[in-house]
C-alpha cells in the first residue's frame, strides 16, 4: 500500500505512558477513559483495543458509539455519558451491557415506567455549575430516592458530576462544585466521579473513587496555559504530509487565495499536500510553524483545502517529497491551536477520512 502524503501516525507506546501517568496523579482512583468523538479524532476501536486491558472503563457520549465497540469485541465496562432518552433504547444498554448516565427527571420516568429483564446499573448525574446535563441539586434527594426505588435499576447507584472551569487552576468555580457535590453525595455509599482530565492534574481533592481522563490520555496539556512537556504527557497524535512542489517567488508576489501573504524578498516556497479538506484549520495564521527536518518554518499564505504553502527561506535545501510534521512529536498542537485562535480538540477532532491512519 502506497502511504498517503497526508496520514496520521498513532503511537500506542505514548498511549500507554499518558494512562501511566493518570495512574500517577490518582492512584487510589479507578479510570474511565473517555473515548468518544472518535477518541477525540484518534480512531474510537484502535484506542479502545489498546486501552482496554490498562484501564478500568471506558466512557463514549453516545449509545451508537458503544453498540460499535460491542461489535468490535471490546468487552470490558462501558459508560454512556449521554445515557438514553426513549425506553426503546433500555433494551440496547441490557443486550449490549452498557452502563447509563441518569441525568433527567425525564429519564426516571421512563426507568419508573420500564419492565425489564435485568437491571440496568446507572451513574446518577448532579448538575453543580455546569448548567449541561445533570439533575439539579434541589432536586437530588427526591429524584435519588425515586432511582434508588425503580426495580429496573441495580442499587449500586454511582454518582457524578463535571466541572466546567477545571482547566483555569486559578478559578475557584472547581472548588465550589466539588464542595456541593461533597454536601449533596454525603452518606451515600455509591461510587463517586469526578475528575476530568485537568482536575486530575490541578485538583488532587477530585480524584475520587473513578477519575474520567480525556484530553491527557492523547498527550495534550488540559490546563488553559499549561504544555504536554511540563505534565509529562507524550502525543499519541502526529499529523505529517510532504512536500510536492517547490516555487520561486519574487519580492512582491502574493500567494495563495486571497493574495493576502506577500514576498518581502526572492524566496523559496514550498507547497505541502495537506489542507482543510484533511482536518489542517483553515484559519491558521501566517506564521504558523510547521516541521522539516526539525527545523521550524512558517506558512506563508492562506489554507486551501489540499495544500498549504510554506516560506522555505530557512531550508533553501528541501527537496519535493521531504517530510512535513504539522503537529506532533517535536511540535504540539496546543500551539497550533494557538496560532489558529482555537482548542487542541478541534484540531483531533478535525481530521477527516481520507487522511491514512497508521498504528505504530
Given amino acids: 500500500m502506497i502511504q498517503a502524503a497526508a496520514h496520521v501516525k498513532l503511537n500506542m507506546q505514548a498511549l500507554r505512558h499518558n494512562v501511566d501517568r493518570v495512574r500517577e496523579y490518582a492512584p487510589e482512583s479507578k479510570v474511565m477513559a473517555v473515548i ?32 460499535r ?53 446507572v451513574f446518577f448525574k448532579v448538575d453543580t455549575g455546569m448548567n449541561r446535563l445533570g439533575v439539579l441539586p434541589k432536586q437530588f434527594s427526591k429524584l435519588l430516592l425515586r432511582l434508588q426505588q425503580c426495580a429496573s435499576v441495580n442499587p449500586s447507584i454511582s454518582f457524578m458530576t463535571h466541572f466546567s472551569n477545571a482547566d483555569d487552576i486559578q478559578d475557584n468555580k472547581t472548588a465550589q462544585q466539588l464542595a456541593l457535590f461533597e454536601q449533596l453525595t454525603k452518606g451515600y455509599g455509591g ?28 498527550g495534550v496539556s488540559p490546563l488553559l496555559h499549561g504544555t504536554a512537556k511540563s505534565l509529562d504527557l507524550k502525543p499519541v497524535m502526529s499529523l505529517y504530509s510532504r512536500i510536492i512542489a517547490l516555487k520561486q517567488v519574487t519580492k512582491g508576489e502574493a500567494v495563495g487565495y486571497g493574495s493576502g501573504w506577500v514576498a518581502e524578498k526572492e524566496m523559496l516556497i514550498g507547497v505541502v499536500s495537506i489542507g ?22 512558517p ?22 517529497g521531504d517530510k512535513v510534521t504539522l503537529w506532533g512529536e517535536g511540535l504540539s498542537v496546543e500551539e497550533i491551536a494557538s496560532y489558529s485562535g482555537t482548542i487542541p480538540y478541534t484540531l483531533l477532532c478535525g481530521i477527516t477520512r481520507r487522511v491514512q491512519v497508521i498504528s505504530i
Fill in 36 to 67: 468518544k468523538a472518535n477518541a477525540y479524532g484518534h480512531g474510537m476501536v484502535t484506542i479502545a483495543q489498546h486501552l482496554s486491558s490498562n484501564v478500568d472503563a471506558l466512557a463514549v457520549a453516545r449509545i451508537d458509539e458503544a453498540v
Fill in 69 to 121: 465497540l460491542r461489535a468490535a469485541n471490546i468487552t470490558g465496562r462501558i459508560l454512556v455519558l449521554q445515557g438514553f432518552t426513549q425506553a426503546e433504547e433500555l433494551d440496547v444498554f441490557l443486550q449490549y451491557q452498557l452502563d447509563a448516565v441518569v441525568h433527567s427527571e425525564q429519564q426516571i420516568q421512563i426507568l419508573e415506567a420500564a419492565s425489564l429483564d435485568s437491571q440496568l446499573s
Fill in 191 to 218: 461510587d463517586k466521579s469526578c475528575a476530568n482530565s485537568a482536575a486530575i492534574v490541578a485538583w488532587p481533592e477530585a480524584r475520587t473513587d473513578w477519575v474520567r481522563p480525556g484530553l491527557m490520555l492523547y
Fill in 276 to 297: 482543510y479538506g484533511d482536518g489542517y484549520p483553515r484559519y491558521a495564521k501566517n506564521g504558523t510553524p510547521v516541521l522539516i527536518a526539525n527545523t521550524r518554518v
Fill in 299 to 320: 506558512l506563508a499564505g492562506r489554507v486551501s483545502m489540499d495544500m498549504l504553502t510554506i516560506d522555505l527561506s530557512t531550508c533553501p535545501k528541501t527537496k519535493i
